[in-house]
């Protein structure tokens, strides 16, 4: 099975983001499964939000609705990082499981970010999702999901600690891990501190770990540095493929 | 205010630590404070324990922890020292204790006890503490520090498997200036992930909440034999995550910085930083 990962950029205008998502599709024709970054299609925090506009919520069901038209035209299989509402009439942050142009699951970010000074971060544009979801996305072949701050619960963003989510993986052969969470700067210190959650849980639980991050910032701008890789790392905790360290990039790796 | 850090191993033999604590001790008796590593008298998960506490090497222990904070009396040295210890309640826990004047001035009992999915680990050894400590650096009581010990600060999920409830956060809130961290995490084989991971939490935290880091790791592995494979560093982090001074990367050393602390601020803007501290912000008005 091939599984290739997309490092692209998150911008708020929805109509890009299609656009985006499409050309990473259409360049990973002979993969099996694709996965985006957070905030993929909706944008991050915007458009699909607990304050979002008829228009914005009408614009994003009309671009999902194109994408799935694609998807179920190329049979194409995708686990799309993207805000959602949802039947209940909330927005989530979510990753979305397409098998073959069909939805099969979707994830809710269970972390949402927030300061212990009262800031709510993601909580002012979501609600927090409940459990954890295991996907069999080919025979015998499991992947627990992960948004962002799920996978390594940032201190002055986590208050409550980090509740190492992976623990509800143990089992899981991968673990897909969607995140947007550059900021102004690069900062060394942090993207260490994201790479080595995914690289020791990938070790501890001896499963691969597919990760793909945005190339903007957390309000669509493009910035020359990612503060998370993108790529596949293996059982052993070390990288099989990575993205570079800045732009656009898919990283593809055949899994047995 | 001169805090030295002892990166010192930990022996099997409770005269051997006694011997080299002492030793540490001479050889600083300059400094204002000294950090020693985790259970550096005791011994890692040795008597006195949960299974083995009425002994004479439980005696043997706190006699070598009242000699030891004598002399340090003696010196004008203040202890941040890491022991197991039989409690008034009768009961064993890995805690650090801080020595001033030849008062024992604050106790930390560790709370995050390492632990594997089906138990074991230190919680056959220890009880755990429930509560943080606060104490003050200096006498004019402007420096408040705090204690944690290894897992409690890094909670490495192998054997955290409840995660890390991140304690810095109320240790923050309690405007700690300085944390002191005793650990004892080497293992037998090297794993160069787990040293990147305690040493990123430590200097993220450091930054993250403006507080100065002070990390006395032992120089042996956890089964107190000698290796070259040191799972996180010794040494002081200031304010902004950087490493003010560093043990040497294995064997017995020990680093002294003399430590200035300015005031601290809450960061107003949403930012990655949740404190700062004025002098390391160039745009502070």
């Keep these: 099975m091939k599984i290739s990962t997309s490092q692209q950029p998150v911008y708020s205008d929805m109509d890009k983001n299609l656009a985006t998502i499409i050309d990473v599709l259409d360049s990973t024709t002979d993969s099996d499964w694709v996965l985006t970054p957070e905030g993929s299609l909706s944008g991050y925090c915007s458009n699909v939000c607990h304050e979002s506009t008829e228009k914005q919520k009408q614009e994003y069901f009309k671009v999902l609705n194109e994408l799935e038209t694609y998807l179920q035209k190329n049979k194409r299989s995708i686990a799309l990082g993207t805000g959602h509402i949802e039947q209940d009439g909330f927005p989530y942050n979510q990753i979305r499981y397409y098998y073959q142009g069909n939805l099969i699951a979707a994830y809710n970010k269970q972390l949402l970010t927030k300061t212990a000074q009262g800031g709510l971060g993601e909580y002012y544009y979501y609600l927090p999702g409940q459990t954890s979801l295991e996907v069999e996305i080919a025979q015998d072949f499991t992947v627990g999901s992960l948004l962002c701050n799920d996978a390594w619960a940032f201190p002055s963003a986590s208050p409550d600690g980090n509740p190492y989510l992976w623990k509800d993986y143990t089992q899981s052969n991968c673990v897909f891990v969607s995140a947007n969470c550059s900021t102004d700067e690069l900062d060394t210190t942090i993207y260490t501190w994201h790479e080595n959650h995914l690289q020791l849980h990938a070790k501890l639980n001896k499963q691969y770990v597919v990760v793909s991050a945005a190339t903007t910032d957390m309000v669509g701008n493009p910035v020359d540095f990612v503060q998370a890789p993108s790529g596949i790392i293996g059982p052993d905790g070390e990288w099989i493929a990575k993205c570079g360290h800045k732009g656009s990039d898919i990283a593809t790796v055949e899994i047995e | ?285």
Excluded at chain 2, 119 to 142: A, S
Excluded at chain 2, 150 to 175: I, K, S, T
């Design chain 2, 1 to 285: 205010m001169k805090i030295t850090v002892s990166q010192q191993p930990v022996f099997k033999e409770l005269m051997d630590n006694h011997a080299c604590t002492l030793d540490v001790l001479e050889a600083n008796k300059d400094t204002d404070w000294l950090i020693t590593p985790e259970c550096s008298i005791s011994g890692y998960c040795l008597p006195p324990t949960l299974n083995n506490m009425f002994n004479v090497r439980t005696t043997q222990v706190q006699n070598s922890i009242l000699k030891i904070k004598d002399r340090a009396k003696e010196l004008g040295v203040k202890l941040a020292l890491g022991s197991g210890i039989k409690d008034n309640d009768g009961f064993p826990y890995n805690a650090m204790m801080i020595w001033d004047n030849g008062n024992l001035k604050s106790l930390y009992k560790k709370r995050i006890l390492t632990r594997g999915w089906e138990g074991g680990g230190e919680r056959h050894y220890y009880l755990p503490g429930h509560v943080p400590n606060y104490f003050y650096l200096d006498d004019e009581q402007t420096i408040k520090a705090s204690s944690m010990i290894c897992n409690d600060f890094w909670g490495m999920p192998r054997v955290a498997p409840e995660g890390n409830p991140y304690y810095h956060h109320e240790l923050a809130q309690n405007n700690v200036d300085v944390l002191f961290v005793s650990s004892n995490c080497n293992g037998e084989e090297p794993d160069a992930l787990a040293k990147v991971w305690n040493e990123n939490h430590l200097q993220v935290f450091a930054r993250e909440f403006a507080m100065y880091v002070v990390h006395a790791g032992s120089a042996t592995s956890i089964n107190h034999m000698e290796t070259n494979e040191l799972q996180c560093a010794s040494g002081v982090i200031g304010p902004d995550g950087e490493w003010i001074a560093k043990c040497k990367d294995s064997g017995m050393d020990s680093v002294t910085v003399e430590l200035d602390i300015l005031p601290r601020y809450k960061v107003v803007k949403a930012s990655g930083h949740i404190f700062k501290r004025m002098g390391d912000d160039e745009d502070f008005d």
